[in-house]
């Protein structure tokens, strides 16, 4: 016995859109399966005498789409097993159809040939009813499983399986992360049939359709407008290859890779100052900065035939999942420092490196000093070479002031001798902030801020007083200077 299950598809409307030859084969047919019998035809088709199985109870067990799609499946490969079962789905068996996908993926293993016949598909009925061309771009979208990743926007896009309000409203709020709240889209319901239906709504009102059923469909129109566009990550990949093209700006014409990279670190700086302000406008707006470098190189590699972004994310993604084998993996980290271990281990491996002649290899010249210094003092530390407690580091602190204060004689010689005692004075300072938990970089800047404010409070006293800074004591600027303090700037 051949063990086959036939599929055939009800088409997009009525009766009057159903191919002959899948009518004949329907009424002539013993046992008939039907996903659902929620469609037009098949009210039509039981007026003449059609009988049938349908799915439908099956919908009300499961939570999950793909667990009643599943269950469907195999009943159906079961059914097949034992006799040749006819299948009948919605539209066509292969548009929009997860059951015809798993059966055509799962028939073969257990030996049930699967054969698809007619059925016209929703899809050129809608190209009709909306007079639209898809050689423009289109694209097929599933209701149930929509996520604002593949939303291509300046496309027709076409969200078949809308079922009802609940999957209307998550197609809606997926929309509105790409698309303003007001944007205008269609629901077309049963396209193509003597009940077809097409409305113009407002997207935040696609959900409140109470004609939604199971032959509905969502368009949305491409986007023209590009103060809309601005959210993709296309557009930006636009603008900066515009703004070096020969007919773009002059400025951004003219640089390259050595004269970014003052600005990369001002704008990096800038970021740790919103951070540090808590004012999250003023965060994205200098995230954007920090981005705009990143883009400008990547556009400078482009242009010189060297690299492209999509080298730069291609390498990121692939070293994002190489070194989180905990996530991407079978490998465990119970903590952040075993993380960072195996970070590590998987950069040295991957670099081919053998084992470094020093724990200190890998600590960036390119660092500011400061920097440099904790980071040095951090990879020491990790072997033991560090205080046991805060006391000694203190001393330390107190040895190196002497040192530095005895150098200070006024000769060249003692001067000399003075800078490299500084050096060690700020060298134990670090260790000492370092061992308190305390980042230097970040204490400096807030003391930087700090600074900055309490002057500028000086200076507008001294404007008030219209007089010169000359025109101060010492002790009259001091005494602004500890107003300031008062006042907790």
Same mark, same amino acid.
């Given at each position: 016995m051949v063990k086959?299950?036939?599929i055939l598809g009800l088409g997009a409307g009525d009766l009057a859109q159903l191919p002959v030859g899948v009518y004949k084969k329907l009424m002539n047919a013993g046992e008939v399966f039907l996903r659902t019998k929620e469609h037009p035809v098949v009210a039509e088709l039981e007026k003449e005498g059609f009988t049938y199985l349908s799915f439908d109870a099956i919908y009300e067990k499961h939570d999950q789409f793909e667990d009643v799609y599943e269950e469907i499946a195999q009943t159906?490969?079961?059914?097949?097993?034992?006799?040749?079962?006819v299948y009948v789905v919605p539209g066509h068996p292969l548009v929009a159809e997860q059951t015809v996908q798993l059966l055509l993926e799962y028939g073969p293993k257990r030996e049930i040939e699967i054969t698809i016949g007619g059925g016209q598909s929703f899809i050129d009925a809608l190209f009709t009813s909306l007079k639209i061309d898809p050689i423009e771009g289109f694209q097929l979208l599933d209701g149930t499983s929509l996520s604002k990743e593949l939303l291509q926007i300046q496309q027709h896009m076409i969200i078949g399986q809308v079922y009802d309000?609940?999957?209307a409203s998550n197609v809606k709020l997926t929309l509105m992360e790409k698309l303003p709240d007001d944007y205008l889209v269609y629901i077309v319901t049963a396209a193509g049939s003597s009940a077809e239906i097409i409305e113009k709504i407002p997207l935040y009102e696609l959900d409140r359709n109470v004609s939604i059923n199971n032959l509905t469909s969502v368009y949305i129109p491409p986007v023209k407008e590009e103060q809309i566009l601005l959210k993709n990550f296309s557009k930006l990949r636009e603008i900066i290859a515009e703004l070096r093209s020969p007919t773009g700006c002059p400025w951004d014409r003219e640089q390259t890779h050595e004269s970014l990279k003052k600005y990369l670190i001002e704008e990096t700086f800038e =970021?740790?100052?919103a951070i540090n302000s808590g004012d999250i406008d003023h965060l994205i707006e200098e995230l954007g900065d920090v981005l705009l470098q990143v883009m400008l190189h990547a556009q400078i590699g482009e242009d010189d035939g060297y690299f492209s972004i999509d080298d730069i994310i291609e390498g990121l993604s692939a070293k994002m999942i190489?070194?989180?084998?905990? =996530?991407?993996?079978?490998v465990e980290a119970e903590n952040a420092d075993e993380v960072v271990r195996n970070w590590q281990e998987i950069k040295r491996q991957e670099k081919g490196e053998e084992a470094p002649n020093s724990l200190l290899e890998g600590v960036s010249m390119a660092l500011p000093n400061l920097l440099r210094a904790y980071e040095l003092q951090k990879k020491a530390a990790k072997v033991g070479f560090d205080w046991q407690e805060i006391t000694p580091a203190l001393e330390k602190v107190k040895e190196e002031l002497e040192e530095f204060v005895q150098e200070l004689d006024g000769t060249e010689e003692g001067m000399k001798r003075a800078k490299g005692e500084f050096g060690d004075l700020l060298f134990a300072f670090v260790n000492v902030a370092r061992f308190l938990k305390i980042h230097p970089e970040e204490a400096l800047f807030e003391t930087n801020e700090k600074f900055t404010r309490r002057f500028q409070f000086v200076e507008e006293r001294v404007k008030e007083s219209s007089r010169t800074f000359e025109e101060h004591t010492l002790e009259q600027l001091d005494q602004y200077w500890d107003e300031a303090k008062v006042k907790g700037l």
């Open positions: 086959k299950i036939e159906l490969l079961d059914k097949a097993g034992r006799e040749a079962v309000q609940f999957v =970021v740790i100052d190489r070194r989180h084998p905990h =996530v991407f993996g079978n």
